[in-house]
C-alpha cells in the first residue's frame, strides 16, 4: 500500500495504480479522455496532466504509477493552464455541435469544454472536416460521425483488447486521421455497440438511440440483462413506461465496462403488443374478463382436476420461482422448468471471460429453488403432449423459443384446461389460454436473479406493469387467496 496525498486529502491506496485512480479514492476527479480503467494506458490525450511535488513537469496521470509519500496536485493553477490549452488544441477542430449531438449531456468533452473552454478561439482557419462522414454506418449498430473523433483510440483499443476483432484502426496522417473500417470489414463484433459507451464524444452513437431521446429526459434504473444467465449489470433508460436503451452498468466480477449487442438491444422485443387485461375462453371464444372472472375460471379448473402440472420459467424471479413452488405444491401440480441453451455468448468480466449458455437469466436460481433437474418433464409435455393433464399452467410464454412452434403449442394445448400468463399479446400460447393471464416484463419487476457464477443480483422496477397486468408474485398471490377462500368442500380436491 502507498500513502498519497491527493489536493490535500492523504489516503492509502495500492501502490503501482495511477493517479487518475489514485485520486478517486481522495474523491477527485481527473479530467481524461484516453484513458479507461479496462484498456491499455496510451497517454495520447494529455488532458489528464496534474503536478507531482518534485517533478519539474506536469505528469500525465493516466500514466504515472503512485508511490508511497507522493503529492499529487489536481486542481492548482499551473494544472489548469495546460488543462486549458489542451482544451484548445481539441476544440480547433471539433465541431461543438451538442445541440444536435446524441452524447450532449453525457459527453465528457462538454462538460470539459464547460470547465476548461475558451469562449472565443484564437484560430482564424476554417475548421478541419471529413466531408461525408459525419453519418457513416459502420456496422450494424453503429454510426460514425468522424467530425466530432478527438482520436483518443479508445474504439480501436477495445475491438483490439477485448473483443480481438480488430475492426477499427487509424488512417491517414496528421491532421487528416481519422478512424475506419477495413474495406468489407464492418464493425460487427458481439460486442461492437461497446466502441459508443467507451467513446468520450459523439463520434460513435448507436444506431437504435440515435435522436431517440435528449439523455437528460431518461430515467434510470438500475437493472440486470435478462438475455443470457451472465446477467449483466445494467441501467435501464425509460420514459413514460418505455425503454429507450439499456447502458452498462460495471460490475468488475461479471460484465466489467461491458454489454453484448444481443442483451444491449434485447429491450426492442418489448415493443409487441402487450396483454393489459386477463382473458378467459368461453364457447371456445377467448374474451375479455376482469381478475375475478379469471380467477374463478381457475380455481373452477383447480377444483376439478386430478393431474395437474406446471411449467415454470427461468425468467422468474427468485422470489416468484418460491410463491410459484408454493402454489403448485399447494395444488398438487407438478412444477418442470424449461429454458433454451444458447451460444455460447462470450463476456468479460475484469480478470476471466464468461459464457452464457441459457437463454434466460435465472436458471440456476430457479432449478435451485425447484428442486432437480425438472427439464425433462417440460419437454415431455412439449414433445409427447399433454393429454391426460387436467390444468396445465404455462407461467411464461418466454419460457422457450420451442413455445412459439404450432407443433409444440398444439401438444400443450392437448391439456384440458390452459392457463397461461404473458406480457406478448401476438405469441401462439396466448391465443391458445383457456384463461391468459396479463403478466408482467422483466424491467417492471423487483426481485433478484441468480447467475451462472451463483451470484444472487437485484433487479428493479422501471416503471408498473401495463393495464391491469401484475407481477407474478402478486398474481400467484390473488391465486392463492382465490383457492384458499373455497368452500373446505371445494377446496378438498
Ligand atoms: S471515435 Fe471516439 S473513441 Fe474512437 S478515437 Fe474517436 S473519439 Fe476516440
Ligand atoms: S452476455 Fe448475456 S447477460 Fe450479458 S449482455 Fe449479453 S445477453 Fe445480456
Ligand atoms: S488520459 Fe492521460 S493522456 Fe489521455
Request: glycine letters at 6%; aromatic letters at 8%; a negative charge.
Amino acid at each position: 500500500m502507498a500513502k498519497v496525498t491527493i489536493d490535500g486529502i492523504e489516503v492509502e491506496v495500492q501502490e503501482g495504480i495511477n493517479c487518475i485512480e489514485a485520486a478517486k479514492a481522495a474523491d477527485v476527479h481527473v479530467p481524461h479522455f484516453c484513458y479507461h480503467p479496462s484498456l491499455t494506458v496510451v497517454g495520447q490525450c494529455r488532458m489528464c496532466l496534474v503536478e507531482i511535488e518534485g517533478m519539474p513537469k506536469l505528469q500525465a496521470g493516466c500514466s504515472t504509477t503512485v508511490r508511497d509519500g507522493m503529492k499529487i496536485h489536481v486542481y492548482n493553477e499551473k494544472v489548469d493552464k495546460a488543462r486549458k490549452g489542451q482544451m484548445e488544441f481539441l476544440l480547433i477542430n471539433h465541431p461543438l455541435d451538442c445541440p444536435i449531438c446524441d452524447k450532449a449531456g453525457e459527453c465528457p468533452l462538454q462538460d470539459y469544454s464547460f470547465n476548461y473552454g475558451s469562449v472565443n478561439s484564437r484560430y482564424e482557419e476554417a475548421k478541419r472536416t471529413y466531408p461525408g462522414m459525419d453519418r457513416t454506418p459502420i456496422g450494424p449498430h453503429v454510426v460514425q460521425n468522424m467530425n466530432r473523433c478527438i482520436h483518443c483510440t479508445r474504439c480501436i483499443r477495445f475491438c483490439n483488447e477485448v473483443t480481438g476483432t480488430d475492426e477499427l484502426a487509424f488512417f491517414r496522417r496528421g491532421a487528416s486521421t481519422e478512424v475506419g473500417i477495413f474495406p468489407d470489414t464492418p464493425l460487427e463484433n458481439w460486442m461492437s455497440a461497446c466502441v459508443t459507451d467507451v467513446c468520450p464524444t459523439g463520434a460513435l452513437t448507436t444506431r437504435e438511440f440515435r435522436f431517440e431521446s435528449r439523455v437528460w429526459n431518461l430515467d434510470s434504473t438500475d437493472s440486470v440483462c435478462n438475455g443470457c444467465d451472465v446477467g449483466c449489470n445494467l441501467f435501464v433508460n425509460h420514459r413514460n413506461g418505455q425503454v429507450f436503451r439499456y447502458r452498462p452498468r460495471v460490475n468488475s466480477d461479471v460484465n466489467d465496462h461491458w454489454l453484448c449487442d444481443y442483451g444491449r438491444f434485447s429491450y426492442e422485443r418489448y415493443e409487441s403488443d402487450r396483454v393489459v387485461v386477463p382473458k378467459v375462453r368461453t364457447d371456445d371464444y377467448l374474451g375479455i374478463s376482469t381478475w375475478a372472472e379469471a380467477l374463478d375460471a381457475i380455481a373452477d379448473a383447480v377444483q376439478g382436476a386430478n393431474n395437474l402440472a406446471a411449467i415454470a420459467s427461468a425468467h422468474m424471479t427468485n422470489e416468484e420461482a418460491s410463491a410459484a413452488k408454493q402454489l403448485f405444491d399447494s395444488i398438487g401440480a407438478k412444477t418442470s422448468l424449461m429454458v433454451d441453451p444458447i451460444g455460447p455468448i462470450k463476456m468479460k468480466a475484469r480478470t476471466e471471460w464468461l459464457l452464457g449458455t441459457q437463454a434466460a437469466p435465472n436458471f440456476r436460481g430457479v432449478s435451485t429453488i425447484l428442486g432437480g433437474d425438472t427439464a425433462s418433464d417440460a419437454d415431455k409435455l412439449m414433445t409427447n403432449g399433454a393429454a391426460g393433464v387436467d390444468l396445465l399452467w404455462i407461467c411464461d410464454v418466454d419460457f422457450s423459443e420451442r413455445a412459439k412452434d404450432p407443433a409444440v403449442v398444439a401438444s400443450l394445448r392437448q391439456a384440458k384446461f390452459l392457463v397461461v400468463t404473458s406480457w406478448d399479446a401476438n405469441h401462439p400460447l396466448a391465443e391458445a389460454a383457456d384463461v391468459l393471464l396479463p403478466g408482467a416484463i422483466h424491467v417492471e419487476k423487483d426481485g433478484t436473479y441468480t447467475n451462472l457464477q451463483g451470484t444472487v443480483q437485484e433487479i428493479h422496477q422501471a416503471y408498473p406493469p401495463k393495464g391491469q397486468a401484475v407481477v407474478d408474485l402478486e398474481l400467484f398471490r390473488r391465486v392463492s387467496a382465490r383457492l384458499a377462500a373455497m368452500a373446505p368442500a371445494e377446496a378438498a380436491v
